[in-house]
């Protein structure tokens, strides 16, 4: 079945410095990937869209890549900051329609001042 | 910008009782709107998706019956669990895709906290 990973284990990171954040995706090929921010006990926001035929994306401190070869997207945030600490879902839609999306359990992000 | 709104943001309800979960799209209209359950610690679960003047189509595993889901008009769908127990507590979210021109984007709701007692 088709199927999103990412890491379950939190990120600490030291301010300043770059988070990077891992999605794999398997058993199929995602016309694209999101990536979303979650707040605890609020609503998954929209951060970033990449295409397959995307290599990278940026919106300010964000990076994304997608590399269809490793299966996987990468999601960068550059000169980390305190208040980017949350968790991060990945996420792609299934056969279809584009507002059903799987999800991967989230990463979170931890930065530490 | 565009908001999905849901309502209650909280609620407790006695076992066997039934719970409405609202989801309006605020700014735009949404023919199709999703719920989702998310446990602690763990990710969004699709429960069903919400077709506007049409039945919901529930992903496996997720009862029809007990899920009622209502998409009234193009800005308002419901979620309604109906004989609720302990283990349907719960964080539900809704979310819905604004497919206007130069938008093409799903926003989700501040999601609902349903418990269970």
């Known amino acids: 079945s088709q199927k999103i990973e990412q890491n379950s284990e939190a990120l600490n990171i030291q301010e300043g410095k770059t988070a990077t954040l891992t999605c794999n995706y398997t058993n199929y090929s995602p016309a694209y990937l999101q990536w979303y921010r979650q707040d605890p006990g609020r609503g998954p926001v929209f951060l970033l869209l990449?295409?397959?035929?995307?290599k990278e994306k940026r919106k300010e401190r964000l990076k994304v890549t997608f590399d269809t070869t490793l299966k996987q997207s990468l999601f960068h945030i550059t000169a980390s900051q305190p208040a980017d600490s949350a968790t991060y879902l990945c996420a792609s839609a299934g056969s279809g329609n584009t507002g059903k999306l799987i999800f991967g359990q989230g990463t979170t992000l931890q930065v530490k001042p | 910008g565009a908001v999905v709104s849901q309502h209650p943001s909280r609620v407790i309800c006695k076992s066997g009782t039934s719970v409405k979960i609202e989801c309006r799209s605020l700014?735009?209209?949404?023919?199709?709107m999703f719920w989702y359950r998310q446990f602690p610690k763990q990710s969004l679960m699709l429960m069903a998706t919400s077709n506007e003047g049409s039945k919901a189509t529930y992903e496996q595993g997720v009862e029809k019956d007990k899920f009622l889901i209502n998409h009234a008009s193009l800005t308002l769908s419901t979620l309604t669990v109906t004989s609720a127990h302990p283990e349907d507590s719960s964080f539900y979210i809704c979310?819905?895709?604004?497919?206007?021109?130069?938008?093409?984007?799903?926003?989700f709701g501040e999601g609902s906290w349903l418990t269970v007692v």
């Open positions: 700014d735009f209209q949404a023919t199709t």
């Open positions: 979310s819905a895709s604004d497919s206007s021109p130069g938008r093409n984007t799903i926003y």
């Open positions: 990449i295409r397959e035929n995307e």
